[in-house]
């Protein structure tokens, strides 16, 4: 199975596409992996693999629906962080250019749907701050 498929799976199982729901229940559910980690590493517990599994299955749920609802493949939101990640580090990972990076700042334009590295958009003037996404007529659709 790939993203996608795992995407439109996930779907069948939600009641409704909510952001809000999905950006909470994302991060309770990684707040759950957290704790299982923090019970081995300082109380002494051995790790349930089986439960972390589990834990991060639903971790993926959330991130599936979460996508979805704001329009984007699972497979487009993988693609888009293995390629920051090339760029950032295209040698792999160096403890250094982690310490010493600079951050390029990508604006998301509210009305042509592409991502700028500067603050206003060069393909319709449109000023804007949006360190997220980018989507059309973001405001319409979730304010």
């Not at 700042?105 to 991502?115: V, Y």
């Amino acid at each position: 199975m790939n993203f996608n498929e795992y995407q439109k799976l996930a779907k069948r199982t939600a009641k409704d596409l909510n952001l809000t729901e999905f950006a909470l229940g994302l991060g309770g559910e990684a707040g759950e992996c957290q704790e299982i980690v923090k019970k081995v590493v300082f109380h002494g517990h051995e790790l349930d693999h089986e439960k972390l599994v589990k834990e991060l299955g639903d971790v993926l749920w959330y991130l599936a629906l979460l996508a979805e609802t704001i329009g984007v493949e699972l497979e487009e939101v993988a693609k888009v962080n293995i390629d920051k990640l090339k760029e950032r580090y295209p040698d792999g990972f160096e403890s250094e250019k982690s310490i010493n990076r600079e951050e390029k700042i990508r604006i998301g334009c509210f009305n042509c749907k592409h991502k700028h590295s500067i603050s206003k958009c060069e393909d319709c003037y449109v000023y804007n701050y949006d360190l997220g996404a980018c989507y059309k007529n973001w405001e319409d659709k979730y304010d």
